[in-house]
């Protein structure tokens, strides 16, 4: 079955712009990430959405950044008056069910590459 | 102190070699673990998660050191195909956050 997907693929801004990252996650799964990660870093994390509840959105490194998810399915990231070093690959991941609830593997979609000169 | 510590190599192996990976944690509550892979420029894809009592898959076998807080990768019979970065990934009891090493890289040469 189709996996998660990501848009755009790579997204290149001038520092200042706002820019909108999508994701489609697989059809079902309950539980929605985003993570960040720079060149040669490990993941970190930036929100959780899981159904109806409130997000976690306590790795959002300022509130330039934010993001919704509507209906329990599609996500955007959004980021405010982008900074240089915001420059990283954005991943999105979707999984079935919560963490700790036993199927709990997460699937990630392709990123999207986004580069602010 | 990082929550999850992995040397980042890179390993360089040749064919046919067996090649192991430690990743330690801190947070002794951790419950899920798992290792995941990521090519060069592509997104992390689960490799398999590892059980208390060890779990092997094919040339792969993990291992879970509650007591020393540590697990483990085995890859057995190198392929060439094997060359990319090995996440170690861990979950603590009844949250949702999962915590990733920054990867341990795997050059498998010819």
């Known amino acids: 079955g189709a996996g998660v997907s990501q848009s755009p693929s790579n997204k290149v801004t001038e520092k200042g712009k706002d820019v909108e990252l999508r994701c489609d996650p697989i059809s079902g799964h309950t539980a929605l990430y985003w993570y960040r990660q720079s060149l040669g870093q490990g993941l970190e994390f930036l929100i959780y959405f899981q159904g109806n509840s409130a997000p976690d959105k306590s790795g959002l490194p300022s509130d330039r950044f934010s993001a919704e998810r509507t209906g329990g399915s599609v996500s955007t990231l959004t980021i405010q008056r982008t900074q240089q070093e915001d420059s990283a690959v954005y991943l999105c991941?979707?999984?079935?069910?919560?963490?700790?609830?036993?199927?709990?593997?997460?699937?990630f979609g392709p990123g999207t590459r986004l580069t602010v000169l | 102190r990082k929550e999850v510590e992995q040397d980042p190599g890179p390993f360089n192996v040749p064919e046919g070699a067996t090649v192991a990976f430690n990743c330690t944690y801190s947070n002794s509550a951790s419950q899920s673990f798992f290792w995941y892979r990521q090519d060069c420029r592509k997104e992390p894809k689960l490799l398999m998660s590892v059980y208390s009592s060890g779990n092997e898959d094919g040339r792969f076998t993990a291992q879970l050191n509650r007591a020393s807080q540590y697990i483990s990768l085995l890859i057995r019979d190198s392929k060439l195909s094997d060359s990319a970065t090995y996440l170690c990934v861990v979950n603590k009891r009844g949250t949702y956050k999962y915590i990733f090493g920054t990867g341990t890289r795997l050059k498998v040469l010819a």
């Open positions: 991941a979707s999984s079935l069910v919560a963490a700790g609830a036993g199927t709990d593997t997460q699937y």
